[in-house]
């Protein structure tokens, strides 16, 4: 089943929520992020896309984006790739730890390195950076970090 | 004065004269033992170093030994995170006197192709008084034996007179750094307001 066929079909059953379909080698389907959660429970439930394999985010000029990656155990196919839009200013987007819990640390890791909040995440701390960091260090106006060295 | 004025006859070809640093030295040399800590993938070339093909127990380093204070080298063998990096400091702190570092690898040179990264350390004598460097990415084997025997003839060259492990005014310990808000940061002295 191609990425198209797919595409169609939610685009059929989910007439209301406006999905977009983005071409290219690899091509995603563009959702609104207040309707990703309702669209991941079908993708689960109903199409046994039940493997998440990544959640990445990416830093635009205008706009932060987090791509899912969705594969399934059951049947062949995939990835069904996802992509939600964020506000470059306080970027948000909604957790999807309860349909698919590795998304868990995936999404802790996206916080820590490109500051995008999950909204309804049971624990959105830090993973690789340790707490008390300043900054996304992934994000392109990152400045740099400042250490001080015992010899230099 | 020779070694026949100062020995009897009957001892002549059972004792040996020498310098007490070249047999110091020579004890020393012969058995450093590397501690058992690797942080990245040349942490596998010094595996390899261990196995019988390369047989780094030919020159003394027997064991890889799990605790610190039972070690004399530390084999900085990868690249040192920031985060990792109060533990490396640690764990060099914890190795009893005499001690020596080895770098080994490009990141623990320089921080290899991550230099520029947010969350690398740029090379091992940031933190640590480094004795031998080791280049390669990662060194093959035979250059981690070479610089074995690099680090051999350094620690032959020593003389126990002015070993600063053994003088009082000489203050060894490494600072441990800190996580700060920006980067790592040095800790605050006691005396420091």
Partial sequence: MTAKETFDRLAEKFSQLGLAYLEGKDPAILVQADDLVELAQHLRDEEEYDYCSSITGVDYPDRFEVVYHLYSTKKEGGPVTLKVTADREDPKVPSVVSIWPGANWQERE???LMGIRFEGHPNLTRVLMWEGFKGHPLRKDFPGTEDEYAFS | ???EDLVPPELRRNVLIAPVDWIYNLGRAGSVWPMMFGLA???FEMIVTL???????RFGM???RASPRQTELMIVAGTITKK????VVRLYDQMPEPKYVLAMGACAISGGPFKDGYSVVPGADKLLPVNVYVPGCPPRPESLLDAVLKLHQ???GETIRTSPW?????????????????GLVLPKGENSE
């Fill in chain 2, 154 to 156: 350094e620690i032959k």
């Fill in chain 2, 1 to 3: 004065m020779t070694q």
């Fill in chain 2, 84 to 87: 990792m990096a109060p533990q």
């Fill in chain 2, 41 to 43: 993938c040349c942490a």
């Fill in chain 1, 110 to 112: 996206v916080w820590d």
């Fill in chain 2, 166 to 182: 053994y003088r009082k005014d000489v203050d060894r310990e490494v600072p441990v750094p800190e996580y700060g808000p920006w």
């Fill in chain 2, 51 to 57: 196995t019988s093909r390369y047989d780094l127990a």
């Fill in chain 2, 62 to 64: 027997e064991f890889m």
